[in-house]
Nanobody
Framework: QVQLVESGGGLVQPGGSLRLSCAIS????????MGWYRQAPGKQRECVAH???????EYADLVKERFTLSRDNAKNTVYLQMNSLKPEDTAVYYC????????????WGQGTQVTVSS
């Protein structure tokens, strides 16, 4: 029932910035974790940033101090602000939400392409 829709991806030059958005809809119940993941061609999907139910935000070492995860509760939207982008950041970025509506659920968005190139 919960659905996620990512947006904000595109082509940007090295050193540039992008802000990804993840719109959350449906009966979410209690959200216990949310995060952003990415997958580059030929590589495994990796966690970029996530927030647990305890309020702890963790970032992958390669994006720490460059990316910031945030949430606008009023808009039911999760964001990923990406600064100082590098070519190796090129990937499809996915939003993920884990929640509880009697039972646990784990949903993913369709992904949004980020390409960093000069």
């Amino acid at each position: 029932q919960v659905q996620l829709v990512e947006s904000g991806g595109g082509l940007v030059q090295p050193g540039g910035s992008l802000r990804l958005s993840c719109a959350i809809s449906g009966r979410t119940g209690r959200i216990v974790a949310m995060g952003w993941y990415r997958q580059a061609p030929g590589k495994q999907r990796e966690c970029v940033a996530h927030c647990t139910s305890g309020g702890v935000i963790e970032y992958a070492d390669l994006v720490k101090e460059r990316f910031t995860l945030s949430r606008d509760n009023a808009k039911n939207t999760v964001y990923l602000q990406m600064n100082s982008l590098k070519p190796e950041d090129t990937a499809v970025y996915y939003c993920n939400v884990v929640g509880l509506t009697g039972t646990y659920y784990n949903v993913w968005g369709q992904g949004t392409q980020v390409t960093v190139s000069s």
